[in-house]
């Protein structure tokens, strides 16, 4: 069983949450956490437990076979081969968004819905295909979907990720819009809308996590109590019109998303693009630019920015604790001389992550730099990702092959310029590399976020380090003024900051560090989760107002917009 991360209390910051959508108030809010208004529950892809089989050797077996009765011990269902038997094991939160929400539908009591993709998931589940998770504590209603390999591959790696992903990030050219994807992506939204209809009442708040879920929120709209809020939060880019023409059924997806109450983007640009969108192709909908509502078919939804955040003071307490000897274990496993300054990427393997830019830009600051040869190394942590999917697979070889020619170029006998892995590192490792890493380099194409460079500040404990980020992130709009810029495609451009970087006296080192920490501080997960939670509290409360309003005049309903 994996170790769970869980949200420490953090000091409640102020907020301003403005008509526009554009920031927070200064109002108090619960002094415990981030607490949701109404009964919580979560819908994503992800789940935030997952019941695996693992197959143990049989102790009974070992010691002495003579003993064994024939029956499986209880929490096991038997062995699978001579001398092992089988137990179910599970894996819990250990990072990002369901590591942060674990807590938060703890405390209410919460339902989550996501994709059971665990081997033994459905045996642990009831009739209802429903758990109580956590395992010990039973908190909360984890309901599973049981969605078959044809759902999976249609749904999740066909239109999700095969249409909506490269649409989002701006590569419409990576499109692939096969035959009974959309279908399939209708009917599974279908079937967490089913899912979440069966468990809503009228004091629920339903939030919607990420673009699987485009075409939900109208099918449960349309199916839970008036009173019930719906809310979403979209965690990639938003594109432009230009962009988003090329949607294979963009109505449809627009009109899902107007199906919220609440739709959230991590920042103005994607809420403005959005807008933009909803205006030039679906016009029967009323944009209201300068509040960020739309109208459309009865109902208003309103489109917020809300920047997402890490669990800062985790990464800190982590980056803090780290074992000196696991780390130099690290350095010894790959082969890293002592003393070199290091240099750190850290991504999915993911065509909008810009990797083969960065080991352009690695390449021409080594070929202008002779003198950090053997001085510096770059640890490059790579995760597979979506390997199923052609794009990726290639992508892969692509990053692999420039890796392997550049270390050949510049290798010597004692030192490579870049370590490479694909390795699964556990949460410490990661945290022991952001804490000792010189620089990090964040180069994408395009993210709606990114998490990495804000756990690589909170994780920065010495603040004697440097970030190079792309101006193409959402993270850039909260910490670009103190890290050090860069354009991933300007190769010349990301190698001179990468020298930059190395050559910064310690006190600009230190003062730029600081300010970003207090940024990725001022803007944790936490802090995140409570102005969702503040805008949801607004229009549910307002549609509750309403709702007993509109019960007494028999009137139609008008939403009660956020003060
Ligand atoms: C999407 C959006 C947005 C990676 N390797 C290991 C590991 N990781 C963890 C990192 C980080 C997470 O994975 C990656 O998060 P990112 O935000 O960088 O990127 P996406 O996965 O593309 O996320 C993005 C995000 O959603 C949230 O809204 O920021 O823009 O694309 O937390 O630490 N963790 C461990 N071992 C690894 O090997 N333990």
């Known amino acids: 069983m994996r170790v769970t991360e869980r949200l420490s209390s953090m000091a409640v910051h102020s907020r301003q949450l403005r008509a526009d959508g554009r920031g927070r108030t200064d109002e108090a809010s619960a002094d415990n956490g981030p607490s949701c208004p109404g009964s919580l529950i979560v819908v994503s892809n992800r789940q935030p437990y997952r019941h695996e089989y693992e197959d143990e050797p049989d102790p009974a077996q070992m010691s002495d076979p003579a003993d064994r009765d024939g029956d499986p011990p209880a929490g096991t269902d038997g062995g699978t081969q001579t001398g092992t038997q089988r137990s179910i094991t599970v894996d819990e939160p250990t990072g990002g968004l369901t590591a942060g929400l674990d807590p938060v539908v703890q405390a209410t009591d919460g ?3 996501a ?6 998931d459905f045996a642990v589940t009831d009739d209802r295909n429903c758990v109580a998770v956590p395992p010990d504590e039973e908190a909360y209603t984890l309901r599973r979907l049981d969605l078959s390999e044809e759902a999976v591959d249609s749904y999740y ?8 992903w490269p649409l989002c990030h701006g590569f419409p050219d990576l499109i692939e819009d096969r035959t009974d994807d959309f279908e399939w992506y209708r009917t599974v939204n279908e079937q967490f809308a089913d899912a979440v209809s069966e468990h809503a009442d009228d004091d629920s708040v339903i939030w919607l996590q990420d673009y699987h879920f485009a075409l939900a929120p109208r099918m449960i709209r ?3 109590p008036d009173s019930a ?3 979403h939060f979209w965690h990639i880019p938003w594109p432009t019109p230009e962009t988003f023409q090329h949607c294979p059924a963009g109505g449809h997806i627009l009109e899902g998303l107007l199906g919220n109450d609440l739709l959230g983007f991590h920042i103005d640009r994607y809420v403005d ?5 909803v205006n030039r192709f679906l016009p029967s909908a009323t944009v209201d630019f300068a509040h960020r509502t739309v109208r459309y078919d009865g109902r208003t939804t309103r489109v917020v920015a809300t920047p997402m955040g890490v669990d800062a003071e985790s990464y800190d307490r982590d980056a803090r604790s780290t074992d000196p000897d696991r780390l130099s274990a690290l350095f010894e496993e790959y082969g890293i001389p002592e003393n070199t300054k290091i240099g750190l990427g850290l991504d999915r393997l993911d065509y909008s992550k810009g990797i083969p830019e960065r080991l352009a830009a690695l390449e021409r600051f080594f070929e202008r730099n002779p003198d950090w040869r053997g001085e510096f ?3 490059q942590k790579a995760t597979p990702s979506r390997t199923e999917i052609e794009t990726y697979e290639r992508y892969g070889e692509q990053v692999r092959n ?4 550049i270390n050949r170029r510049f290798e010597t006998a004692d030192w490579q310029p870049i370590v490479y892995t694909e390795d699964v590192l556990p949460h410490e490792d990661i945290c022991a590399l952001y804490r000792h890493a010189d620089v990090m380099v964040v180069s994408p194409l395009i993210d709606g976020m990114n998490l990495v460079a804000q756990e690589y500040v909170a994780a920065s404990v010495d603040g004697d380090s440097a970030l190079l980020l792309s101006d193409r992130t959402g993270a850039h709009e909260r910490l670009g003024s103190h890290a050090l810029t860069i354009d991933p495609t300007d190769t010349d451009g990301v190698a001179a900051q990468l020298e930059h970087a190395l050559s910064l006296s310690a006190y600009e080192r230190q003062w730029r560090m600081n300010t970003l920490r207090q940024r990725v501080f001022d803007g944790d997960i936490e802090s995140w989760m409570e102005t969702q939670f503040d805008w949801i509290r607004r229009i549910h409360d307002g549609s509750r107002t309403t709702e007993s309003q509109s019960e007494r005049n028999s009137d139609s309903r008008e939403p009660t917009p956020p003060a």
């Open 273 to 277: 693009q959005f807008l933009q969108c």
């Open 157 to 164: 790696y066909g239109f999700s990720n095969r249409v909506l």
């Open 222 to 224: 349309e199916s839970v």
């Open 111 to 113: 339902t989550w819905i």
């Open 377 to 379: 190394t770059f640890i």
């Open 402 to 405: 420039e890796v392997q020619r």
């Open 229 to 231: 809020t719906v809310a």
């Open 115 to 120: 994709w059971g993709d665990g081997d033994a």
